[in-house]
C-alpha cells in the first residue's frame, strides 16, 4: 500500500490490516517513508485512534523492529515492572532488590528521565562507579547469579519506537492512548520479562490527568501483554502530589536506602510493598497479596533487602558503601528552606510543579541528552492532609548555582497550599486492571 493511501485511510477513520501496520512500521524504519508522511499519519491516529488489533499490530512490529531479548538461560519467571512516569517515584530502586531478595529474578531495562519525570538510569549513576550500561552477556550474568540487573536501553531495543516518539514528540502528537500503549509495551516486550507489571499514574503530575484516561491506558497496555502471551496486570496510583519525599537523582537513592532499612516516607514505602507483592504474585512466589506483602514487609526490616541492594550495586562496579555513609552520593553546594505561610494544614503539593522546579534546578532534562545535576533537588517535609505551623520548613531544595536555588524556590512556594481548616489525604491505590477488567479500590 502506498503511503499516502494508508495516511488517507487512517484520516477517514477506517481500520488498517495488521499486514498494513507491520509493512509501515517497518518501512519506516529503514527509511523509507519519509517524516512528513509518518507524522501524517500519527496525526490522524492521535485523532481518529486505532482498534485493539491496530494498536497490537503495531506493538509487535515496533518490538521486532530490533533485538528481542531472549532470558530463558536465567531460570524462573522474570517479571518487569514499569511505571509511566511521576514525580518522586523512586518504587523501582526499593521494588527490584526486595523482591530479587524475595526469589523473584528482576530484569530490567530502564530509561533516563525527560521532562518532569525522572529516570531509573539517572539515579543510579549517583552512585559512585555504578555501570548502567552492561553488555547482553554481563547482563543475563548478573541475573543468573543475584537475580537483578538494570541496565539502560540499548538503540537496538524498539528502534522503530525510538524514531516514532522523536517525531511525536516534535509533532504534538504524543498524548494519544494506542501511541503510548505501543510504546511502553513495545519495549517491554523486546525486554524479554515473562510478565508484566504495570504501575498506571493517575494525576497532574502523570501523562492521564483523569482516572477513566488512565483505565484506558491500562487497559490498553493489559490487552496488548495478553495478546502476545505476556501476562500483564497494572495498578492505578494516585499522582496528585509528589509519591516520595524525595525529586533528585542523589536524593532518590537516600530516599530507597532509607527505605530499604526500614524507614522512610510512609506513602512510598507503602506502593513499594504493594508492586513487590503483585510481583511476587505473578511469579508465583507467593499466593495472595497480603501473603506477599507480609514476606516483603520482614524482608525491609530484617534488612535481607538492603543487603540485595548492596549486593546488586557492588554487582554493577558501584561503591555500596554510600548504604552506610551518604556524603559519598553527590552533595549540592546551596541549600535553600521552604516555610509554611500559615498556621494550618496542607491542601494540595502540586505534583507537576514539583517536577518542573526539579527540572530547573538541572535534576532533570529539558531536551533528550541534556546533562543533568545529580545532586540538585527537593526534600518534601509534609504532604497533604499534615497540620502545618506558620514558618515550619515544608521543603528543602538543593541546587549547585545560587541563581537556581532562588528560581526554584519561587515555583515551590507557589506549588504547596496552606489553608486554615483540615484537609484529607490523598488516596494511594486508586485501582486494578487485568485481563478480567478494571476494578476499581
Ligand atoms: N513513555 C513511553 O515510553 N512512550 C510514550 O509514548 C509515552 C511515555
Ligand atoms: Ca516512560
Known amino acids: 500500500m502506498h503511503m499516502v493511501d494508508c495516511i488517507a485511510k487512517k484520516r477517514n477513520g477506517e481500520e488498517h490490516s495488521s499486514d498494513e501496520i507491520k509493512e509501515l512500521i517497518t518501512a519506516y524504519t529503514r527509511g523509507d517513508i519519509p517524516d512528513y508522511q509518518m507524522a501524517a499519519w500519527l496525526m490522524a491516529v492521535y485523532l481518529n485512534g486505532m482498534s485493539a488489533e491496530e494498536t497490537s499490530a503495531m506493538t509487535r512490529a515496533m518490538a521486532q523492529s530490533g533485538k528481542v531479548m531472549n532470558l530463558d538461560a536465567v531460570s524462573g519467571i522474570k517479571v518487569d515492572k514499569h511505571s509511566t512516569g511521576g514525580v518522586a517515584d523512586t518504587t523501582t530502586l526499593v521494588v527490584a532488590p526486595l523482591v530479587a531478595a524475595a526469589g523473584v529474578p528482576v530484569s530490567k531495562m530502564s530509561g533516563r528521565g525527560l521532562g518532569f519525570t525522572g529516570g531509573t538510569i539517572d539515579k543510579l549513576e549517583s552512585i559512585p562507579g555504578f555501570r548502567t550500561m552492561l553488555t547482553e ?181 558501584g561503591n555500596a558503601a554510600v548504604a552506610q555513609n551518604y556524603n559519598l552520593l553527590p552533595q549540592a553546594k546551596y541549600q535553600k528552606q521552604i516555610k509554611a505561610c500559615q498556621t494550618g494544614y496542607i491542601q494540595s503539593i502540586l505534583a507537576d510543579q514539583i517536577g518542573y522546579a526539579a527540572m530547573r534546578l538541572g535534576a532533570g532534562r529539558e531536551f533528550k541528552e541534556q546533562p543533568i545535576d545529580l545532586a540538585a533537588g527537593i526534600l518534601l517535609h509534609c504532604r497533604v492532609g499534615d497540620r502545618v505551623e506558620k514558618d515550619q520548613v515544608i521543603a528543602t531544595v538543593y541546587a549547585s548555582h545560587s541563581q537556581k536555588l532562588s528560581l526554584a524556590g519561587a515555583i515551590i512556594e507557589k506549588a504547596i497550599f496552606v489553608t486554615a481548616s483540615p484537609v484529607n489525604t490523598l488516596p494511594l491505590l486508586l485501582g486494578f486492571v487485568d485481563k478480567n477488567g478494571y476494578k476499581p479500590i
Not at 151 to 169: E, V
Open 137 to 317: 552477556e554481563e547482563f543475563i550474568a548478573n541475573l543468573n547469579v543475584h537475580g537483578l540487573a538494570v541496565t539502560g536501553q540499548t538503540p537496538n531495543i524498539a528502534p522503530a519506537d525510538g524514531r516514532i516518539y522523536a517525531l511525536r514528540d516534535v509533532t504534538a502528537t504524543v498524548e494519544s492512548i494506542p501511541l503510548i500503549a505501543s510504546s511502553i509495551m513495545s519495549k517491554k516486550i523486546a525486554a524479554g520479562a515473562d510478565k508484566i507489571l504495570l504501575d498506571v499514574k493517575v494525576g497532574r503530575g502523570a501523562f492521564m490527568k483523569s482516572i477513566d484516561k488512565a483505565v484506558e491506558l491500562a487497559q490498553t497496555m493489559v490487552t496488548i501483554g495478553e495478546t502476545v502471551g505476556r501476562q500483564t496486570v497494572a495498578v492505578l496510583t494516585n499522582m496528585e502530589e509528589p509519591l516520595g519525599q524525595a525529586v533528585g537523582n542523589s536524593l532518590e537513592v537516600w530516599e530507597a536506602l532509607e527505605i530499604l532499612k526500614g524507614k522512610g516516607c510512609q506513602a512510598l514505602r507503602e506502593l513499594c510493598l504493594i508492586l513487590g507483592a503483585h510481583m511476587m504474585v505473578l511469579a508465583n512466589q507467593a499466593a495472595t497479596l497480603q501473603q506477599a506483602y507480609t514476606i516483603l514487609e520482614k524482608f525491609l526490616l530484617d534488612g535481607l533487602a538492603l543487603a540485595k541492594f548492596c549486593e546488586f550495586i557492588e554487582a554493577q562496579g
